[in-house]
């Protein structure tokens, strides 16, 4: 299973995602969006190309309060912890988004909030943070995600791009 993921896109409504981005979701099984996405048009354009599981920022409006502010999602054997970061306990996003699955039996979190890539094991639990495909902020580079999955083996990688 091929999966998209990214976080952070902050478009406002009559944006739309870099060329890249849709080069990199076209052919997946399903995108993953961690959060502060602002138009909810967006989740419609991105539901046209794969399943969409999305989950609810600090910065997404009153449109987007149908999100969950964290979910589970079940990829064959594989269970994904899918959360923005910004709340919780811990005072780190990384900190936060792990406290927020620490009575869940998860493989991996994905998480934004802080725009920064991120991809390290903790444990037995893999947490990834795409970045921000859209805001790169005090990063060299704009980035999101691609997860692949095989029976029980992930392999979590960034896709970075230095034009938006």
């Avoid at 046209?48 to 997404?60: F, H, I, M, T």
């Avoid at 009153?62 to 306990?89: D, N």
């Avoid at 859209?134 to 392999?155: F, H, L, P, W």
Wanted: hydrophobic share 35%; glycine share 10%; aromatic share 6%.
């Amino acid at each position: 299973m091929k999966i998209a993921v990214m976080s952070d896109t902050h478009l406002r409504e009559g944006k739309s995602l870099p060329r890249w981005v849709w080069e990199q979701v076209e052919g997946v099984d399903l995108i993953l969006h961690a959060g502060d996405v602002i138009d909810i048009g967006l989740l419609t354009d991105l539901k046209q190309v794969a399943p969409l599981e999305a989950v609810k920022g600090n910065c997404d409006g009153w449109e987007l309060a149908r999100l969950p502010q964290r979910s589970i999602v079940s990829c064959g054997e594989i269970k994904i912890g899918l959360t923005h970061g910004a709340e919780g306990p811990g005072r780190t996003t990384t900190e936060r988004a792990m406290r927020n699955f620490e009575h869940d039996q998860v493989d991996l979190i994905i998480f934004g909030h802080s725009h920064e890539p991120y991809l390290k094991k903790h444990g037995e639990i893999l947490l990834f943070n795409p970045g921000s495909p859209t805001d790169k902020r005090r990063q060299t580079s704009y980035s999101m995600g691609i997860v692949n999955i095989a029976g029980k083996e992930i392999d979590a990688r960034h896709i970075f791009s230095e034009s938006r």
